[in-house]
């Protein structure tokens, strides 16, 4: 039996939450190196983050589900600037608090956490979630 990546995630909570999705549609997955990433998240690029996985056989179903979740969160959320729906949540590096955590985190060992904000791809505006 062959296992495949279905997908690759930065925290613990957005891969859970995709692990239940596939779950409840029937679809057995689990998590590769959650407890790694989630004790200690400067790890997390170092591990290539916490990985979904799935029967290779099952992938093309879990991929069709995700997409269509993601389909689905972007079409209830638009761009106030040009109402494009090309819209994630994305860590921004445009605020100085997020590097200040990066810094503190290299000297004392301890990830804070970093502001996210929506980023639309069309037109590169950046907005918090309301």
Known sequence: MKFIII???????DANIAKGVLEASGVDSWL????????????????GGIKLMTRSEDAE?????LQQVKE????HLSCPRCGSHQIELVS???KPSNWMSVITGLFVNYAAPI???????????EFKAT
Do not use: M, W
């Open 72 to 75: 689905e969160q972007q079409a």
């Open 92 to 94: 921004t590096p445009k």
């Open 61 to 65: 179903k879990a991929l069709s589900i």
């Open 115 to 125: 502001d996210k904000v929506n980023h639309c791809f069309d037109c590169g505006f």
């Open 7 to 13: 997908n690759r995630y930065q925290n613990y909570i």
């Open 32 to 47: 590769q190196d959650e407890f790694t990433v989630t004790i200690d998240p400067i790890l997390t690029n170092a591990v």
